[in-house]
């Protein structure tokens, strides 16, 4: 178990551009879940798929975002004409589910995008 | 998910107890009390979670008191590596939304030498 992984950890890209961030879980976990977190705010829930379902989408999820989990293993994130207000660090995590109580998510570290 | 009320940030000193308050008065029965942490510039990590009883694991205990409508996280003895930001979330059981963490702005705890 090497835990929860993210590519790139930091990512600077000009407004406009697009930009993919990969996630890839934890082997046996058949949750996913892409958070967003700015400065000074706790993380907030993006989407969640189970297995390569993807089950909700937040309203934070513009139609400039998309979020894919073909195989139901690694996930990627992707924003189209990256706007200022994108920067922030965004966060994958993995659970096993469902479960009562909710099993409990592990992170990933994160990437952190900065626009500019 | 209820709502969860914590102070800003708290000082400890290294080697005391951290004592990390939580009020989440509007719980349901069927919500349990999960408390991550978050390391300056890295993910969150979990730390715990109960339903109605004290939890006690390796990392912290989690005390419940019986109404369930507060609760507090114990590191036993801080160390400088416990310096983050904790919080405390409410989510339900199972069923609906329960794979979703709502977070709020959580508590930054210093420990200081």
């Known amino acids: 178990d090497t835990g929860v992984s993210q590519d790139p950890r930091h990512k600077i890209t000009k407004r406009g551009q697009n930009v993919t961030f990969r996630c890839d879980p934890i082997?046996?976990?058949?949750?996913l879940y892409w958070y967003r977190q700015t400065l000074g705010q706790g993380p907030e829930f993006l989407t969640y798929?189970?297995?390569?379902?993807?089950?909700?989408k937040s309203r934070l999820l513009s139609d400039r975002f998309s979020a894919e989990r073909p195989k139901g293993s690694f996930s990627t994130l992707e924003i189209q004409r990256t706007e200022q207000g994108d920067s922030a660090m965004y966060l994958c995590?993995?659970?096993?589910?469902?479960?009562?109580?909710?099993?409990?998510?592990?992170f990933g570290q994160g990437t952190r995008l900065t626009v500019v | 998910d209820a709502k969860t009320t914590q102070p800003p940030s708290m000082d400890c000193a290294e080697g005391r107890a951290a004592n990390l308050p939580c009020n989440h008065s509007t719980i349901s029965g069927n919500e349990y009390v999960y408390w991550y942490r978050q390391i300056h510039s890295q993910g969150p990590q979990y730390i715990i979670h109960?339903?109605?009883n004290n939890e006690t694991n390796e990392m912290a205990s989690l005390i419940i008191t019986e109404d369930r409508k507060s609760s507090t996280l114990i590191l036993p003895h801080a160390t400088l590596r416990d310096t983050a930001v904790y919080y405390c979330i409410v989510r339900v059981a199972s069923g609906g939304s329960n794979y979703k963490l709502t977070f709020g702005k959580g508590t930054l705890l210093t420990v200081n030498p």
């Open positions: 798929f189970q297995n390569e379902a993807q089950l909700e």
């Open positions: 082997s046996e976990h058949n949750r």
């Open positions: 995590a993995s659970s096993l589910g469902p479960s009562t109580g909710g099993a409990e998510a592990f």
């Open positions: 109960g339903l109605k």
